[in-house]
């Protein structure tokens, strides 16, 4: 890339290329969208046996081969679109340095130096002032690269001022050029090395290695197209902005940033809830493809939660589940709803907390809670959606005992809700935040960043170690909208308060048991502060209270011997769950509170 080469580039011929590419990536779209619910559907009905088995299975390869041109002519979309975007401001530079030189009647080589003529009178002499040629960014930049010292070529010393007047606009002209082309370099090397990853390998098989690459081609174009993303998609915006700004689109544009940046996309609040499904529906595959490469547990255990995820999506639910985020970061992301929550009058975001991850584990059992709430809340008002919002590194072991995953988890949960209170329908939907465990820390957290959990009309603390705040109605939403479930066996809302566990430790080796005993009651007379506050459940916090279930005791006894006795944590998992066993009570209660419902809930004395 050189100042002649910039100067003949036409970027409308690139945008007509991704025109091109964009056109046979809709056209895959359709033949794999008629593949799958038209052909191979009719196949079904019509006919069986070995035959219509591999037929089918040559229908599905078919299909996926659609499916792998749609995507990456949609990168390649993309990445043409953003070179032709990006390089359009280096072409308009170096046009405005080119305009200025023709004007004043300087020449520009093709090596990017500019000759200026004679001017000016040199005051002992009385001759002209000689003319000279400069070039740009003090010599360091040339039309190949290499810093040339060629006769006649005036150096550009800040320090010495030359007298002729055509000198330093000359250098001015000069270095638009030089920097003008250096940008250009970079951007075209940038896209480049983009455009030469998206090649296909021979043959027509699209397997799970296919699809690996094409994860990677995600990440390249994404990474290549930092400075148009960052320019025309709005993730500096709040998310009702965002909404303005996707409403605004063609529909030929949506489809393009669907397609060409599904991570922004997919996982950017103020995005109505259809589109992320969608976007992220497709994701899926390639992240469970990219893991599958990968060693170590922690890859392990996120390609189960993955296809946990891509088995509860592909086996249809009713209510519908519609994946909100998904990710690799940290611990995993992903956010699960049940019910359209853009449609819905009432939903509910809950926070899950200690240990959660995305694993085999979290798709299995903590996706279930949100359908478990949903369907419960539906029974009330069948406009009522429930989320699971894995947004954030959940502690796993020790650091539980901190706020810091809390405190930067709930400004991530704000954004996600003020996202849903531009993208719902509803002039003023019911919504429900629900924080278990150490999620109830986060939940708190972020009822104190200015304004307030967004939209929030009900706030639910279930299995609490405290939220940070010793009043339910420093919570925002007014202690009558503050509900709490504490099961008598779950041995987290118990937890002994700071003060307890230090004077108590302090109590036990000063005086034996009896010591920590008083110890830990002297540091809280009144037996109402837990780990993070204040004890969400006692009188002194001032919140409503619901019934729920006791639950299992936390150790079960084993007869003969008591050395085989096990921990069981059930009281502290059941509060969702309506099946017999474990927390029907609870999980009903949560349902008409949800579902905007209260006097539907059976009320239990607090502590």
């Known amino acids: 890339m050189d100042h002649l080469l910039l100067k003949a580039l036409k970027p409308s011929e690139y945008t007509e290329a991704a025109d091109g590419y964009r056109a046979l990536s809709g056209m895959a779209d359709a033949a794999r969208e008629r593949i799958d619910k038209q052909i191979t559907g009719a196949m079904r009905k019509a006919n069986e046996g070995e035959a219509a088995n591999e037929a089918l299975k040559q229908l599905q390869r078919l299909a996926e081969n659609f499916h792998y041109v749609q995507v990456e002519c949609g990168l390649i979309t993309g990445a043409l679109d953003g070179f032709a975007s990006e390089i359009a401001a280096p072409k308009r530079r170096l046009t405005g340095a080119l305009d200025d030189a023709a004007a004043l009647a300087y020449t520009v080589h093709k090596d990017g130096t500019v000759t200026y003529p004679a001017g000016g009178e040199n005051t002992l002499t009385r001759e002209p002032i000689p003319g000279g040629t400069v070039r740009g960014d003090n010599g360091l930049i040339t039309g190949n690269g290499t810093n040339l010292t060629a006769p006649g070529l005036v150096p550009n010393n800040p320090q010495f001022k030359n007298p002729n007047p055509h000198h330093a ?119 469970i493809a990219q893991l599958e490469g ?37 611990n995993g992301r992903a956010i699960v709803a049940y019910g359209n929550p853009d449609t819905s009058k009432n939903v509910a975001a809950y926070v899950p907390g200690l240990g959660t991850k995305l694993d085999s584990e979290f798709a ?154 008083l110890g830990g009651e002297a540091a809280d007379l009144g037996d109402d502060d837990i780990w993070f506050g204040k004890d969400p459940a006692s009188k002194a916090f001032d919140a409503n209270r619901f019934e729920t279930l006791p639950g299992p005791e936390l150790v079960q006894p084993s007869f003969p011997d008591v050395t085989d006795s096990k921990f069981d944590m059930e009281a502290h998992s059941n509060y969702f769950t309506p099946e017999a066993g474990k927390d029907r009570v609870s999980a009903q209660n949560i349902a008409a509170i949800v579902a905007g419902y209260p006097d539907y809930v059976s009320r239990e004395t607090p502590r």
Do not use: C
Not at 295 to 319: D, F, M, T, V, Y
Not at 399 to 404: K, P, S
């Open 169 to 287: 606009k000359a250098v001015d002209i000069a270095d638009r050029i030089a920097h003008a082309v250096r940008e250009a370099r970079e951007i075209d090397d940038r896209y480049g090395k983009a455009l030469d990853k998206l090649k296909a390998a021979p043959g027509l098989t699209v397997d799970s290695k296919t699809w690996a690459d094409v994860a990677s081609d995600v990440g390249v174009v994404s990474t290549a197209a930092r400075e148009y993303l960052k320019d025309l998609i709005p993730t500096g915006k709040s998310p009702a902005e965002r909404k303005e700004w996707w409403d605004s689109l063609s529909a030929e544009e949506r489809e393009e940033y669907k397609t060409a940046f599904p991570e922004a996309i997919g996982n950017l609040d103020g995005i109505p809830s259809t589109v992320r499904d969608e976007v992220n529906r497709e994701r899926v595959p390639l992240l």
């Open 294 to 330: 990968q060693s170590g547990e922690a890859a392990k255990e996120k390609l189960e939660g993955l296809k946990g995820i891509q088995g509860r999506l592909s086996a249809g639910s009713q209510p519908p589940m519609f994946l909100l985020g998904v990710g690799l970061e940290g």
């Open 364 to 517: 299995d059992g903590t996706v279930k809670r949100a359908f478990d709430t949903a369907t419960g809340a539906q029974k009330f008002d069948p406009s009522s959606s429930a989320i699971v919002w894995l947004g954030y590194d959940a502690p796993q072991s020790i650091d539980v005992m901190t706020t810091e995953d809390a405190e930067r988890g709930a400004l991530a949960y704000n954004s996600f809700l003020r996202g849903l209170s531009a993208t719902n329908e509803n002039a003023d939907p019911h919504v429900t935040a629900i924080g278990h465990s150490y999620g109830s820390r986060l939940v708190g957290g972020a009822t104190q960043q200015p304004g307030g959990i967004p939209g929030a009309d009900d706030i639910i603390l279930v299995g609490s170690p405290g939220v940070g705040v010793d009043k339910a109605e420093s919570l925002g939403v007014g202690k009558e909208h503050v509900w709490v479930g504490a099961a008598d066996n779950d041995f987290v809302t118990k937890l002994p308060s700071r003060a307890e566990a230090v004077v108590g430790v302090m109590g036990f080796f000063g005086g034996g048991p009896p010591g920590a005993y």
